[in-house]
Each structure stands twice: as structure tokens, then as C-alpha cells.
């Protein structure tokens, strides 16, 4: 480890962004970060001094090629789309959160007939998109962004409506010796890391089933009996 940034963090004036727990312990540190974990909810997580600027974030996202034109986007969303089309009814209405600047999953699921809204912090910041009520909400590759999850996510599952659905993509935690070569750390945006164990607290949090739908796109059920929990 690299004791000049583990000595960096003050673990006593560090609380979980998740669950807001004191209980956390040093988990990781590479050259440029460290990285806590919570003993509660499982959540690793980039302390705020090393949150890059909002500028800066913005322009890592600049970069990004994806479109609605770009079927090898659209295959890749797919995992979240065909899950998601198969449990909704027809002409649902739903919310893409974190759309980015080519917004497509939400392209997808209007071409089939569903009333999309579309919310992202940098290129759609329009927050009426919250005063709604939807029948489902995705957020692909998006919460290992957010530097607040406790007050985004439950924003989320607030704007469900009964019976509703959250589908999840993010790549999940296996284990320490995973983490310490994990690419996904190499994004200095990337600042909080879900395991199924997170998941699992997250759904009894909001007493919500939840499923396992691939490696690393999950959904959430809002008071739905019929949907029985499979996460190992």
C-alpha cells in the first residue's frame, strides 16, 4: 500500500455515503486513491479529497462515443432492455437517470412504445423529471458515479410508483484481491463500488425484492409479492 496516501484519511471524520455508518476500515489504496469499505451495508467507496471537479468530470464524460446509432451500444444496453421490456406493461412510463450525452436506452424503450423521461446531471439536469411518478426507472452505469448514493437512490425508489422497477448496471465487488487490479478503479469518476452484499441491505432498506438479473445488472421490485429474491 501507499502509506503517504492511507495516512491521508482521517477514518474518525469518515462516515459510509450509503448508510451514513462511522463503522468503515481501510480497504484498498493505489497511487492516486484510497478506498474505505463499510462493516454495514459493504460498500467501498473513494473518500470526497480525492473527488475530481465537476469540470474535470464533465470532460472525462465529453469523451464518450455512445449513441443511439451505435448497435454495439445498444447490444450492451440490451442487458438492461430486454430484461426490463419482458416485466412492464405496454405504453410504461419510465425514467433513463444518468442518460449521458447521447441518450439511448431511452431512444430504445420509446421505439417500442413506452413514455420516456431522461434525467442527467451534466447534459439534462432537469429536475421536474423527479416530480413524476414512473412504472420503472433505469440507471446503467451510472451509480459508481454519484457522490451522494443515499439521497439519489432513495430519490429514485421514491419516484416508483407500486408495483414499480429499478434496474441497476454496475460492475459489482468480488473480493479484495479482485479490487486491487480491477480497471474499473482507473476512472478517477468512478467513487463507489456495490457489491451483491451492498444490494442485498440496499433492498432491505426499502423492503423491495430484488433479482440478479446477469453479472451485473440488477432490478428492484417495489412492494410486489410475485417477484421472489434470487441473489446469492
Not at 455512445?66 to 416485466?87: C, E, P, V
Not at 431512444?107 to 451534466?122: N, P, R
Request: charged share 25%; net charge positive; glycine share 4%.
Amino acid at each position: 500500500m501507499n502509506q503517504k496516501l492511507e495516512n491521508k484519511i482521517d477514518l474518525t471524520r469518515e462516515k459510509c455515503p450509503l448508510c451514513k455508518s462511522e463503522n468503515i476500515q481501510r480497504f484498498h489504496c493505489d497511487k492516486t486513491r484510497e478506498y474505505l469499505s463499510c462493516d454495514v451495508c459493504s460498500l467501498v467507496f473513494v473518500p470526497a479529497v480525492y473527488f475530481i471537479s465537476k469540470p474535470k468530470e464533465k470532460q472525462r464524460y465529453d469523451t464518450h462515443q455512445n449513441s443511439q446509432d451505435d448497435q454495439g451500444y445498444r447490444k450492451f444496453l440490451n442487458r438492461t432492455f430486454l430484461a426490463m421490456q419482458k416485466i412492464i406493461k405496454p405504453e410504461s412510463s419510465g425514467l433513463d437517470f444518468g442518460s449521458g450525452p447521447g441518450p439511448t436506452l431511452s431512444v430504445m424503450f420509446e421505439e417500442v412504445g413506452h413514455k420516456m423521461s431522461i434525467f442527467d446531471y451534466f447534459y439534462a439536469k432537469d429536475k421536474s423529471a423527479f416530480d413524476k411518478k414512473y412504472d420503472f426507472i433505469t440507471a446503467t452505469e451510472v451509480l459508481e458515479h454519484l457522490h451522494h448514493p443515499q439521497q439519489e437512490l432513495d430519490r429514485l425508489w421514491s419516484c416508483l410508483k407500486p408495483g414499480g422497477k429499478l434496474g441497476i448496471m454496475t460492475k459489482l465487488v468480488l473480493n479484495r484481491q479482485a479490487f486491487s487490479a480491477w480497471h474499473y478503479t482507473n476512472d478517477m469518476t468512478h467513487v463507489c463500488f456495490y457489491s451483491k452484499s451492498t444490494f442485498r441491505w440496499l433492498a432491505e432498506r426499502w423492503q423491495a425484492e430484488i433479482d440478479l438479473i446477469d453479472k451485473d445488472v440488477i432490478f428492484f421490485y417495489k412492494n410486489t409479492a410475485q417477484c421472489k429474491r434470487n441473489i446469492g
